[in-house]
């Protein structure tokens, strides 16, 4: 049957970013198709929240408090995933973001956070992670970027050049991991979660995102979900080195910022 190429049972994951948003979307589906998921982001209450709803779905879960922003928690996210789940074969690295701003009031500090939380993060999980993969014969790894990584907009140099990093760093780690580990990134649009809560609550501003969108409607955690467990699973065995697009068909931005001219 073709839907049993989507399993994931017996595979374990490490999902960051996982207390609500897109990353508990992807958590959930991650255990909806069969796999053990090591919860991680820096809200305790929220990750424990995600790993009882994955217990109740029949899967083990762990809640690991995790700043991707510090080194040594990624490192120990991955040893006590190890430890306490048995193995690693699947990272999805989902934490990330940045600010919008304008240029001229984007600091040198503010563009080397973001590349830190959105790139230099992805990159030592993986670092650490890899040979554990290795250990059970491979695995996957899932990036979530952003199709501000490839569209334009004013107030996103900090965010989109980020975003852009972490799409081309994924083409050359599937380059270099593969055939043994595949590695694909999800370039995502505008979904509904508590970060974009409060641009949607402005008035018109769900309005008018979704007339931009040519599927006319905001993205939703699930839609994320699905797209990540056909890259983890075998139903993407033949698919590494790819940025997918899934944003609703955009190719322009649909965030209606309106920053002036300088």
Same mark, same amino acid.
């Given at each position: 049957?073709?839907?049993?190429?989507?399993? &994931?049972?017996?595979?374990? /994951?490490i999902v960051?970013?996982?207390? !609500? #948003?897109? $990353? %508990?979307?992807?958590?959930?589906?991650? *255990?909806?198709?069969?796999?053990?998921?090591?919860?991680?982001?820096?809200?305790q209450k929220?990750?424990?929240?995600v790993?009882?709803?994955?217990?109740a779905?029949?899967?083990?879960?762990?809640?690991?408090?995790?700043?991707?922003?510090?080194?040594?928690?990624l490192?120990?996210?991955?040893?006590?995933?190890?430890?306490?789940?048995?193995?690693?074969?699947?990272?999805?690295?989902?934490a990330?973001?940045?600010?919008?701003?304008?240029?001229?009031?984007?600091?040198?500090?503010?563009?080397?956070?973001?590349?830190?939380?959105?790139?230099?993060?992805a990159? &030592?999980?993986?670092?650490? /992670?890899?040979?554990?993969?290795?250990? !059970? #014969?491979g $695995? %996957?790894?899932v990036?979530?970027?952003? *199709?501000?990584?490839?569209?334009?907009?004013?107030?996103?140099?900090?965010?989109?050049?980020a975003?852009?990093?972490?799409?081309?760093l994924?083409?050359?780690?599937?380059?270099?991991l593969?055939?043994?580990?595949?590695?694909?990134?999800?370039?995502?649009?505008?979904?509904?979660?508590?970060?974009?809560?409060?641009?949607?609550?402005a008035?018109?501003?769900?309005?008018?995102?979704?007339?931009?969108?040519?599927?006319?409607?905001?993205?939703?955690?699930?839609?994320?979900?699905?797209?990540?467990?056909?890259?983890?699973?075998?139903a993407?065995?033949?698919?590494?080195?790819?940025?997918i697009?899934?944003?609703?068909?955009?190719e322009?931005?649909?965030?209606?910022?309106h920053?002036?001219?300088?």
């Amino acid at each position: 049957m073709i839907l049993d190429r989507f399993r &994931l049972d017996g595979k374990v /994951a490490i999902v960051t970013g996982a207390g !609500r #948003g897109i $990353g %508990a979307g992807i958590a959930l589906a991650f *255990a909806e198709a069969g796999a053990d998921v090591a919860v991680a982001s820096r809200t305790q209450k929220e990750i424990d929240e995600v790993a009882a709803q994955i217990r109740a779905l029949g899967r083990r879960a762990i809640s690991v408090p995790c700043d991707v922003m510090q080194r040594a928690e990624l490192e120990s996210l991955v040893e006590r995933t190890q430890k306490e789940l048995g193995g690693v074969d699947l990272v999805v690295n989902n934490a990330g973001g940045a600010p919008w701003k304008p240029f001229l009031q984007t600091s040198e500090r503010v563009f080397e956070e973001a590349y830190r939380f959105n790139v230099t993060s992805a990159f &030592l999980l993986s670092r650490f /992670a890899v040979p554990r993969l290795l250990e !059970r #014969g491979g $695995g %996957a790894i899932v990036n979530v970027s952003s *199709a501000m990584g490839r569209v334009t907009d004013r107030g996103f140099s900090a965010y989109g050049a980020a975003k852009a990093g972490l799409s081309h760093l994924t083409r050359l780690l599937a380059t270099e991991l593969a055939p043994r580990v595949r590695v694909n990134a999800l370039a995502v649009g505008a979904v509904e979660t508590s970060a974009l809560a409060p641009f949607l609550a402005a008035e018109g501003m769900r309005e008018k995102m979704e007339s931009l969108t040519p599927l006319r409607r905001i993205g939703q955690p699930e839609d994320i979900g699905a797209a990540a467990v056909w890259l983890a699973s075998p139903a993407g065995a033949w698919v590494t080195g790819k940025v997918i697009e899934v944003d609703g068909g955009q190719e322009t931005t649909n965030f209606p910022l309106h920053l002036p001219d300088l």
